[in-house]
Each structure stands twice: as structure tokens, then as C-alpha cells.
Nanobody, 125 residues
Framework: QVQLVEAGGGSVRAGGSLRLSCAAS????????MGWFRQAPGKEREFVAG????????YYPDSVKGRFTISRDNAKNTMYLQMNSLKPEDTAVYYC??????????????????WGQGTQVTVSS
């Protein structure tokens, strides 16, 4: 069992930055891929970033590529999402998630096994 707790959300103006963190408890953290998703009101959950077990591979959709950076510190059982050049359309609840299986895509929510409770990010124009 893995428990995830996100932190770092808040309200910023367009062009600003935020850094989200996701603290994981439980065993075998370093064996799992991880990801960030977001969900805005009335919209489906959307993939934001993914990172492999050792941090050697990262994945982003075009909508955030070049603005967001995912990283992890396995010694601290923590994953991060640095968000720069934020836009109003980035407003959403952001969730971190753990993907136990080595195979499968980082881009799809059903591939993930554990989810955090979410943290709100609001970007004003």
C-alpha cells in the first residue's frame, strides 16, 4: 500500500511559478513510476507529467512541455512538479499518482494504482 500527500498548491498570477510536492509513504517507492495529473471543473483528468523509477525518463504532453519539470528524490520518497510560466488554463486540481507496473503508458490515468487527494492550483490573468 502506498499513500500520497500533495502540497504546494495555491494562487498565482499568469506568468508566475509554483512547485508542487508529493510525499509517498509505504515500501518500494523506488520501484514505481510516478506521474502528475490535473482535473479542471467539468473536464476529464489530464496527464501533466510522468517520471520513471530512477528518474532517468520523463514524459510531458505538449501543453506543458518546456514550462513544467518533473523530478523525484528517492532518498526522501518525494516527487516534485516545478511549474513555470503558468497560464490561466493551468488552473485545476493537481494529483500525484503511482504506477506499479513497469509496462504500460505513463499518459493514461487507468495505468496508475495509487492517487493522492489533490491540491488546487489557481492561475489568474
Amino acid at each position: 500500500q502506498v499513500q500520497l500527500v500533495e502540497a504546494g498548491g495555491g494562487s498565482v498570477r499568469a506568468g508566475g511559478s509554483l512547485r508542487l510536492s508529493c510525499a509517498a509513504s509505504g515500501r518500494n517507492f523506488t520501484r514505481y513510476g510516478m506521474g502528475w495529473f490535473r482535473q479542471a471543473p467539468g473536464k476529464e483528468r489530464e496527464f501533466v507529467a510522468g517520471i520513471s523509477e530512477n528518474g532517468g525518463s520523463t514524459y510531458y504532453p505538449d501543453s506543458v512541455k518546456g514550462r513544467f519539470t518533473i523530478s523525484r528524490d528517492n532518498a526522501k520518497n518525494t516527487m516534485y512538479l516545478q511549474m513555470n510560466s503558468l497560464k490561466p488554463e493551468d488552473t485545476a486540481v493537481y494529483y500525484c499518482a503511482v504506477k506499479k507496473a513497469y509496462s504500460g503508458s505513463y499518459y493514461f490515468a487507468p495505468e496508475y494504482d495509487y492517487w493522492g487527494q489533490g491540491t488546487q492550483v489557481t492561475v489568474s490573468s
